[in-house]
């Protein structure tokens, strides 16, 4: 199957739209946490992509279960920016880079570089040692109804940002018993 979405005009989209799923789901939420993680390793996967590897300074066990989320704040220019990463494994892009802990108190996010991204080009260009601000985990997306529903399949449509979350998800049904499907 392939869907193709064309804009009617050029440049970057300055809203998302007026769907009513759109309006149920704040994009930033005054209520969320977010603790400062540092940067251990940055490493660049091609010309404008980098793994970005963060620690809790602490210690911290960093648990992100399967098709959930972490936001990443930042004050850029003066405008709290809140952007939404699924973390990854840096195993993703080949054999893990050479220093990157496999500790459960790293996190891995993949970050794409996009010259008018605020967030992406600060992600990207951020210095090992730089405090990153983090939120805990959040989405609703369960594994437990394909587990239960003794699914024999898994179909998934993704284009975009969403291949990174469907990553994890391949990634989960690869590692479960044969007898769950």
Known sequence: MEIKVVKRSSGQWKRLGTSQLLTQLPLADEETPFYPM????????????????????????????VGHHVRVARTIRGAEIVRSYTPVTPALVGPPPAGWEASPNFLTLM?????????????????????????????????????????????????????TPMVGVI???????????
């Open 38 to 65: 540092a940067v251990r390793r940055r490493t660049p996967v091609n010309h404008n992509t980098y793994l970005i590897g963060l620690a809790h300074a602490d210690a911290t066990y960093v648990s992100v279960p």
């Open 111 to 163: 970050v794409k570089s996009y010259p008018e991204g605020a967030m992406s080009s600060w992600l990207a260009a951020v210095a090992e040692g730089e405090l990153v601000q983090v939120s805990p985990p959040t989405g609703s997306f369960s594994t437990q109804a394909i587990v239960d529903q003794r699914r024999t399949g898994l179909y998934l449509i993704a284009a975009g940002t969403g291949f």
């Open 171 to 181: 990634a989960w049904a690869r590692r479960q018993p044969a007898t769950r499907w």
